[in-house]
Structures are given as C-alpha cells and as structure tokens.
C-alpha cells in the first residue's frame, strides 16, 4: 500500500483526531475503573444490601465497558488507516 502525500494541515489534523481516539479510550477506561470500584463498595459493604443486585450489575458491566471501549478504539485506528492509503482512495474513485 503507498500512503499519500499530506501537507501540513493534514497531518496536523490526523495527529488530533488519533489522540481524540485515544483521549476516547481512556474515559471509557476511567468509566471501567469507577463502576467497578463501585460494585465492589457495594457488595462488600452490608449497609447497601438492598441494592446487592446493583453492584453485581455493575461488576458485569464494567469489564463489557472496557471491551467496548477497546473494540471501539481498534475500530476508529483501523478506519483512520485506512483512509489514509491509497487503496481507499482507489476504491472511492471506482
């Protein structure tokens, strides 16, 4: 695959939306991070018992979040690399 000749704008404008990706992945890590803390305050402390099933929702969640999130921003790098090569370019013109 041969890559395309970027000016200045281009490029700049490619480095900002790749760490837009990455600024991305990393609230859905902190979104992991929080709802998993919170199911375990939730279980293992006995004054939230009526809300047990909540905590074990979100222990369930969470890891499916972060996998999301993962997912996502794979997607996202895979979608940017590939507009940026000239087989995308021949494809669109076809």
Known sequence: MQKIQLN???LLALQRTYLANERTLLAWFRTFVVMLSSG?????MTAFEEILPLGYALLVASPLL???????FAYVKKQLRKFYTKDFQDAVEQ
């Open 8 to 10: 200045r704008a281009d």
């Open 40 to 44: 375990f305050a939730i279980v293992k």
């Open 66 to 72: 972060l996998l999301f999130g993962i997912i996502r």
